[in-house]
């Protein structure tokens, strides 16, 4: 599904932060992408989702080279995308349901197709019955879980998360991650950023390392599903 062939990113000014990436990520896969903290990971996420482009190399979905991607079929791609954050991104000053919603607002979903999917994707991160709640109102745990609802609540074919546990105690951390195995189940592909390699080591996904925006290599899962990333 997303495949890195020979990808490198420079900023301008000259910061290097990719350097040859090559990897595979499969349609219904979910893995792990680590690295330690300025190795390139955030970097990875956006040449995924268009925020930044390569410098060269070859970044496909799907077999389609985005990076050549025209600026005006950029939302086309996010929209099979869902994308969420250590620190959510949520409005503060709307409802639970109004940040659930704002993805089929912008798609120009109808009022009631609205409803019915904000309900179902609350219900999914467990948090049925507090749509009129405000974020502020709810815990960091319930806010990532808010986060989460977003990102999932158009169905997007991948998810990408970039450090979602990164404020949560390892309990929550870990029910966070059970909300990701129960998407990827249902087929959802799933690619998460993260420092914590305590999380890493109890689950069973392959893990992408980067070191100074280079690849290190694809350890191999005990029960993994086929298609190794190709490193
Ligand atoms: N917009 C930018 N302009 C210039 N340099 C950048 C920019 N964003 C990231 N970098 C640099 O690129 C390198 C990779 O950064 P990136 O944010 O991808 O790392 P990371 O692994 O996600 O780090 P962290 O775990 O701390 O979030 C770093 O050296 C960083 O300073």
């Known amino acids: 599904m997303i495949q890195f062939e020979q990808v490198s990113k420079v900023y301008p000014g000259g910061q290097k932060a990719l350097t040859d990436v090559n990897f595979h990520l499969q349609r219904g896969e979910m893995a792990f992408l680590t690295g330690h903290s300025g190795a390139g990971k955030s970097t990875l996420l956006k040449l995924i989702t268009v925020i930044e482009r390569a410098n060269t190399g070859r970044v496909s979905i799907n077999g389609h080279n985005i990076a050549k991607l025209s600026r005006k079929d950029v939302p086309y791609l996010r929209r099979d995308i869902g994308m969420i ?121 392959r893990t992408l390392t980067l070191k100074q925006g280079r690849v290190l290599g694809g350890e191999e899962p005990t029960s993994a599903p086929e298609s190794p990333f190709t490193v």
Do not use: C, W
């Open 85 to 205: 954050f250590q620190n959510h991104h949520l409005l503060m000053e709307k409802s639970v349901f109004d940040n659930v919603a704002l993805p089929l607002v912008i798609e120009g979903f109808s009022l009631g197709e609205i409803k019915k999917r904000v309900l179902a994707a609350l219900d999914m991160v467990g948090l049925y019955g507090k749509e009129r709640h405000h974020p502020i109102m709810l815990s960091g745990g319930e806010q990532q879980r808010v986060g989460i609802a977003r990102a999932i609540v158009n169905k997007p074919p991948l998810l990408l998360a970039d450090e979602p546990t990164g404020n949560l105690d390892p309990k929550l951390s870990m029910d966070i991650l059970r909300l990701f195995e129960t998407f990827n189940d249902s087929g959802t592909t799933v690619l998460i950023a993260t420092h914590d390699l305590g999380l890493i080591a109890r689950m069973k996904y």
